[in-house]
Each structure stands twice: as structure tokens, then as C-alpha cells.
């Protein structure tokens, strides 16, 4: 069943033990995908792991923590027209990759496909599943699944060259919450974003993390794609209404002034979006509010 439509993309930085596992998974695959392994400045050996255990996977080492846009390095020598993203500790489903690249074969207008997330060891569907599952945003009927208004990349195909032509991530934002942007701006050009409950990743989440750094980034990438992309009046709401619910802490406080501190390149480079993308965004609103499964801001 190999399947040459789809290469992988993974970035990591110093989860050695995990990447190799991720590697394994996907090296089992029937659709056999290409993949392409950005190592953000390890200093546990795990570009000397790649090369030594899966010699066929393409490994790029840039020399330092590029954050998501390690992902953008990765993109730049993909030669297939979709492109998966996962995090070093997720892998794809055996048929996951090849079912989602049939959707982006069958609908044009499709920009990207999400998956379900399983969380392991316990084999259970991820808090944000339900919320992908009922997603509130209206699409057009020749959509396969939900429409969304943003995706996770650690479980998302996208069409590469909608991908190149949004510019990727944004090489400010770093990680935490980064999608949202690059999901706006491709709904800005046209794409369609959907959710495919019978497409399947794996996380097993590392231990290897720093949340407090993570949620400080999300809360300060909200904010910045909030002052980037929404009109005047929403973006006030949006900020308010963060300023409120976050936790008061540190984190919350070093996100804020994060924020603040950049807004002469933020007014520079603010491009409102359309109409019509804007209001699938207030739709979300709620939902927003409501949700449990908010990794980033609170």
C-alpha cells in the first residue's frame, strides 16, 4: 500500500528516546511516507540517534531551536503535494495518511485535515476531540467532516503548496498555539479546514516539557494573532476576556507583556481578515470560553 502523496514532517529538541519511538511507528506504515526530521539544537544525541537508527529518514540540522519554524526548514525540500505534520512523541495510524490524502484528492477546496488524537498509554480520544467533532463553524456542503477554524498540527495533512503560499508559521510566534495564525491566513486565501474522525494519531505525551514556558507563549501568540488578524473591536474583546480568565501568575503575566512589548512590529505587519473568515472566528468565541481542553491560554 505505499503511497507516494505524503511526507512527513517532524521537529524536535532533545527527546531522543521519543523521536525514536515516533520513528519506529512510522517507519511501520503501509504508505511507506518520506519523512523529514528537523532536530532544533539537541544536545542529547538525537541526530546521531536518527542517523544511526533510521538512516532513511532526512534529517536537517539548522544549529538551533527554530521552534515551528523548524517545520517550515522541513517544508522547503518536501517534493509531494500534502504534507503531515506530528510532534515527536505522536505518530500516525497505519492508513491514516493515505485516507486523509484521498480527501485532499477528492476536494480541491480542502486546505488541511485534522485527525483524531488517541492519548496513550490508555488508548483514550484527547479532551479537544469532542470539540473538533462539533465545531461549530459552518462549511459548505462538499465538505467531508466539520469545518474548523484552526488545526493542530501535530495531527493535521496539509496541502503543501497552500502551506508555502500562506508563508508557514510565523517565525515570531515560535510554539504554543502557533496554528492559528497560519489556519487564518489560509482561510483568508480560500481553503477549507476540516476535522476526519476516521483518521487516527497517537500521542503519547513527554515528559520532557516546559508548560510554564508553553502556556506563556500561547497566551502572548493568542494575543498576537488576536492584535494581527481580528478588527478593533473583537481584538479588545478577545484581550479583555483573556486578561480575566487566565491564571494569575507568573505565566500569565510574562505573556501579557510579551505581547505588549511587540506591538510597533504588530501594528507594522496587521492585515485584517475578510469578512467572512472573521465571522466563522466569532462563532468559535464561545466555545472558546468554554472549552477544557485549551492547552495554552488558561
Known sequence: MTDPRTTVVVITHNRRRELLRTLDHLALLPERPPVTVTDNGSADGTAEAVARHHPQVRLLRPGRNLGAVGRNLAIRQVGTPYVAFCDDDSWWAPGSLAGAADLLDEHPGLGTVTGRIVVEPDGVDDPIVEELRHSPVPGPPWLPGPALGSFL????????????????????????????????????????????????????????????????????????????????????????????????????????????????????????????????????EPAQRASKARRYTG
Open 153 to 284: 498540527a501535530a495531527a493535521t495533512v496539509l496541502r503543501t503548496a497552500a502551506f508555502r503560499a500562506a508563508g508557514g508559521f510565523h517565525p515570531r510566534l515560535w510554539l504554543g498555539g502557533e496554528e492559528e495564525l497560519l489556519a487564518a491566513d489560509l482561510a483568508a486565501a480560500g481553503w477549507w479546514l476540516t476535522y476526519a474522525d476516521h483518521l487516527t494519531v497517537h500521542h503519547h505525551a513527554s515528559v520532557a516539557r516546559d508548560a510554564t514556558l508553553r502556556r506563556t507563549h500561547g497566551i502572548r501568540n493568542t494575543l498576537w494573532f488576536t492584535w494581527l488578524r481580528r478588527p478593533a473591536g473583537p481584538a479588545l474583546r478577545r484581550t479583555v476576556n483573556l486578561a480575566r480568565t487566565v491564571p494569575r501568575d507568573v505565566a500569565s503575566l510574562r505573556g501579557f507583556a510579551e505581547a505588549a512589548a511587540a506591538l510597533p512590529w504588530v501594528l507594522r505587519e496587521r492585515r485584517v481578515l475578510p469578512h467572512e473568515v472573521e465571522s466563522r472566528l466569532r462563532l468559535l
